[in-house]
């Protein structure tokens, strides 16, 4: 397999941003990606970007060197004589349909992360997480490429370091391997993980119980209620991360503003929910030229059409410079820019 050169990459960006890639490649198997990463465009490139489903990344001009998008592809469930289910997912398979397949398939556990964009891959990267619940708690292993040796290697849970939107691999391990393949362990005695306000209060509204069906439409609806479609209007989801303190931090900040909301954590910090913060400087639904807040989600950042990645950066420096004047916090981009 070779890379083809000079590609555009608006499709696999959900910003939908006008940029190209001197070098692109998507292979199918191990074998297709040894070869790639042992060819001479590879080895002279000034750089190189995996690129998964790309609604993680923020393209600010043309990538001037290699993009590898690994089509990988398969879903098996392997012997499993714990209290889990082990699922063995390809890195490059949509992670929202991968969660529909195994709601189809009676092995729940996975419907409070429904509708995440991107791929199985790049999920434990991010350490994604939504409405209670974040990958890590639903994670085996992965099995990952090292680039420079060309040799496979296990991750397991404490070998990821996984923290709140991170993990090894956004750390010492970032840019020396390429996620093949996830395997995911689902609880085989279901519990429903329920307690995140949306998700309660939308139960008891409809008068429904929490089983993994009803849970799974709850999470769909309201991730669609609150956030673009990147095929209508190109996003990213989430920009920002939601600022994490200790409890004093927070209450300093309550004693200025009182209907601040915050979110106790198993381990005793607490986190700040940045829309709140953003909306609080007035930006829900700022436009600046093609680059704007969402308007249902101001933690959302908007392509309207023909912005650039500069335009959507600097709309986002504008947001931290105001949110540091206002609260003293530095919001932190969740999302890769390049």
């Given at each position: 397999?070779?890379?083809?050169?000079?590609?555009?990459?608006?499709?696999?960006?959900?910003?939908?941003?006008?940029?190209r890639?001197?070098?692109f490649?998507a292979?199918?198997?191990?074998?297709?990606?040894?070869?790639?990463?042992?060819?001479?465009?590879?080895?002279?490139?000034?750089?190189?970007?995996i690129?998964?489903?790309g609604?993680?990344v923020?393209?600010?001009k043309d990538?001037?060197?290699?993009?590898?998008?690994?089509h990988l592809?398969g879903l098996?469930?392997?012997?499993?004589?714990?209290?889990?289910w082990l699922?063995?997912?390809?890195?490059?398979?949509?992670?929202h349909?991968?969660?529909?397949?195994?709601?189809?398939q009676?092995?729940p556990?996975l419907?409070n992360?429904?509708?995440?964009?991107?791929?199985?891959?790049?999920?434990?990267?991010q350490n994604?997480?939504?409405?209670?619940l974040?990958?890590?708690?639903?994670?085996?292993?992965?099995?990952?490429?090292?680039?420079?040796?060309g040799?496979?290697?296990?991750?397991d849970l404490e070998a990821?370091?996984f923290?709140?939107?991170?993990?090894?691999?956004?750390?010492?391990?970032a840019?020396?391997?390429?996620?093949m393949?996830?395997?995911?362990?689902l609880?085989?005695?279901?519990?429903?993980?329920?307690?995140?306000?949306d998700?309660?209060?939308?139960?008891r509204?409809q008068?429904?119980?929490?089983?993994p069906q009803?849970i799974?439409?709850?999470?769909?609806?309201?991730r669609?209620?609150?956030?673009?479609?990147?095929r209508?209007?190109?996003?990213?989801?989430?920009?920002?991360?939601?600022?994490?303190m200790?409890?004093?931090?927070?209450?300093?900040?309550?004693?200025?503003?009182?209907s601040?909301?915050?979110y106790?954590?198993?381990?005793?910090t607490?986190?700040?929910?940045?829309a709140?913060?953003?909306e609080?400087c007035?930006f829900k639904g700022v436009?600046r030229?093609?680059?704007?807040?969402?308007?249902r989600?101001?933690l959302?950042?908007?392509?309207?059409?023909?912005?650039?990645g500069e335009?959507?950066?600097?709309?986002?420096k504008e947001?931290?410079?105001?949110?540091?004047?206002?609260?003293?916090?530095?919001?932190?981009p969740?999302?890769?820019?390049?």
């Amino acid at each position: 397999m070779e890379f083809s050169s000079d590609v555009n990459l608006q499709t696999l960006n959900t910003f939908g941003l006008a940029c190209r890639a001197r070098w692109f490649a998507a292979p199918t198997t191990l074998e297709q990606l040894q070869d790639l990463l042992k060819s001479a465009i590879f080895k002279q490139a000034a750089r190189f970007l995996i690129l998964g489903g790309g609604s993680n990344v923020l393209f600010l001009k043309d990538f001037d060197g290699c993009v590898i998008t690994p089509h990988l592809y398969g879903l098996r469930l392997l012997e499993s004589p714990g209290d889990e289910w082990l699922v063995e997912v390809g890195a490059g398979e949509n992670w929202h349909s991968m969660v529909c397949t195994l709601m189809e398939q009676n092995l729940p556990g996975l419907e409070n992360l429904a509708l995440i964009p991107g791929t199985v891959g790049a999920a434990p990267v991010q350490n994604i997480g939504a409405y209670g619940l974040e990958i890590q708690e639903r994670f085996a292993w992965l099995d990952a490429l090292e680039i420079q040796t060309g040799k496979m290697c296990r991750f397991d849970l404490e070998a990821c370091e996984f923290g709140y939107r991170s993990s090894v691999f956004k750390g010492v391990a970032a840019g020396r391997f390429i996620i093949m393949s996830v395997t995911l362990a689902l609880p085989k005695t279901w519990k429903a993980v329920s307690h995140y306000a949306d998700v309660d209060n939308a139960l008891r509204q409809q008068g429904l119980s929490a089983s993994p069906q009803n849970i799974f439409e709850i999470v769909v609806a309201a991730r669609r209620s609150k956030l673009p479609d990147p095929r209508l209007m190109g996003n990213a989801g989430s920009f920002f991360k939601n600022p994490v303190m200790t409890q004093l931090q927070a209450d300093a900040l309550k004693t200025d503003y009182p209907s601040l909301p915050s979110y106790q954590q198993a381990d005793g910090t607490v986190k700040l929910p940045a829309a709140w913060l953003i909306e609080q400087c007035g930006f829900k639904g700022v436009r600046r030229g093609a680059a704007g807040v969402h308007d249902r989600q101001a933690l959302v950042l908007v392509n309207y059409g023909g912005a650039t990645g500069e335009q959507l950066l600097s709309l986002a420096k504008e947001i931290q410079t105001e949110v540091h004047s206002r609260f003293g916090l530095m919001l932190e981009p969740e999302l890769l820019i390049v």
